[in-house]
């Protein structure tokens, strides 16, 4: 899955990665990659500033560190990012249940027309000329 | 990042370090650091390693546009612009209900000419792919206005002797500004 495919959604993604606890931006992709078994193909970098946006919103707070001499800023959910990550959570499974049933009604929909104008071939109507 | 990483990840970071604030290359280094050494642990050789890596990152030109979105400073400079009719108004309103005029003429001309100065480093803020010029043009606008705001709540109470009606509404509108550039100021300052 792209980048663009994901736009709307990169935030609650980025929430349930820190879900588990908190983590650095390279560690926060490689959770996303394991989560989706590498179906999620974003470009590293681009979820840098997007953590940025979290923070600033105040659902994910960061602290530095130093791992190996080098400077490392791990981020971790607040109160406020739990209950955003819930929220959505939510209405995506309520979205995807919808649009799932709606799909679903729909294929039946159509086997069953497939299903009549086939029986409607074997057996033709009598013509009354 | 170490002297002994390969030449193309030093210079994808000089790219970004000429135009990011310190923290935040300091995080896109561990970042890319991080990337390139699971390319080695992978058993790629350092060039292809480094050539992977970067890939995987992205171009610089999208990590900066990406960044140049969530900017402080242009956020505060569109709410600035978008606040600035409101306040315009306002003393439009109150001036030529009131008949008060702030000073002698040549100060009113030097105010006009520091509000249209503000209003294009407000544009630029809020306009610009380039985050530290949004961030110091957001800066100089923000100051700019307080400053141009405060002249005027002054000026027409040294006019005026009192505040009333429209421009006392002026004044509560322009005081609220003021607030605002001076949070967006700080919050700008963070990120240089």
Not at chain 2, 31 to 42: I, N, Q, V, W
Not at chain 2, 144 to 151: E, H, K, R, W, Y
Not at chain 2, 186 to 191: G, S
Request: with cysteine; hydrophobic share 45%; proline share 5%.
């Amino acid at each position: 899955m792209r980048a663009e495919e994901l736009k709307g959604h990169l935030d609650a993604v980025l929430l349930a990665a820190l879900e588990g606890g908190p983590r650095h931006g390279y560690a926060v992709i490689e959770a996303l990659r394991q989560s989706t078994d590498g179906r999620l193909d974003l470009p590293t970098g681009t979820i840098y500033p997007a953590l940025r946006r979290l923070e600033q919103a105040g659902l994910i707070a960061g602290t530095w560190s130093v791992v190996g001499g080098r400077r490392r800023r791990e981020y971790r959910l607040t109160p406020a990012g739990i209950r955003a990550l819930s929220g959505r959570r939510a209405a995506w499974q309520d979205f995807s249940a919808t649009v799932t049933a709606a799909l679903e009604s729909a294929t039946r929909v159509n086997t069953a027309l497939e299903n009549a104008a086939l029986e409607d071939t074997a057996c033709p109507s009598p013509n009354p000329a | 990042m170490p002297e002994s990483e390969p030449r193309l990840i030093r210079g994808y970071l000089q790219v970004l370090a000429a135009q990011l604030p310190g923290p935040i290359v300091e995080e896109l280094t561990d970042g890319l650091t991080e990337t390139y050494r699971s390319y080695r642990t992978r058993g790629l050789p350092a060039d292809a390693a480094a050539e992977a890596a970067v890939e995987e990152f992205g171009s610089a030109q999208e990590i900066l546009a990406g960044f140049a979105r969530v900017n402080p400073a242009r956020q505060a400079a569109r709410r600035l612009l978008g606040l600035g009719p409101v306040v315009g108004g306002c003393w439009v309103a109150a001036l030529v209900t009131s008949r008060v005029w702030p000073g002698p003429e040549p100060a009113r001309v030097v105010l006009g000419l520091v509000l249209i100065a503000c209003i294009g480093l407000t544009f630029v803020a809020a306009l610009g792919r380039r985050y530290r010029v949004a961030v110091y043009s957001g800066i100089a606008g923000c100051a700019g206005f307080a400053a141009l705001d405060a002249s005027l709540i002054v000026g027409t109470l040294l006019v005026a002797g009192r505040a009333s009606g429209l421009t006392a509404l002026a004044i509560a509108v322009s005081s609220a500004r003021i607030a605002l550039c001076a949070r967006a100021a700080v919050a700008a300052q963070q990120n240089t």
